[in-house]
């Protein structure tokens, strides 16, 4: 059984920064793209940022030159290190990533439980 666990959320003041972990457990074969995801009270979820295999990375335009995606492949983790934080940015933090379990399986998404950010005085 395949596990992604995130960590790192908190409580942080306007301005501040924090580093988000997803590592990703189980019966792993190898992993595509990795993704950091967030959805905030009554909004829907939206794409934060996105790194792939060989390290191309994307990123929405509201944590352009804020945020950073990078990722560990021998340790299945991805990260978001997030600085100059705004109280827009409070949100539940979802780890995504498409994996697969076999060198004959398909890829396929799998989404961690969140994290909670909070940027606020």
């Known amino acids: 059984q395949v596990q992604l666990v995130e960590s790192g959320g908190g409580l942080v003041q306007p301005g501040g920064s924090l580093r988000l972990s997803c590592a990703a457990s189980g019966s792993i074969f190898s992993i595509d793209d990795m993704g950091w995801y967030r959805q905030a009270p009554g909004k829907e979820r939206e794409l934060v940022a996105v790194?792939?295999?060989?390290?191309?990375?994307n990123y929405a335009e509201s944590v352009k030159g804020r945020f950073t995606i990078s990722r560990d492949n021998a340790k299945n983790t991805v990260y978001l290190q997030m600085n100059f934080l705004k109280p827009e940015d409070t949100a539940v933090y979802y780890c995504?990533?498409?994996?697969?379990?076999?060198?004959?399986?398909?890829?396929?998404?799998?989404w961690g439980k969140g994290t909670q950010v909070t940027v606020s005085s």
């Open positions: 790194i792939t295999s060989r390290g191309s990375t």
């Open positions: 995504k990533a498409y994996l697969r379990i076999s060198p004959s399986s398909s890829y396929y998404p799998s």
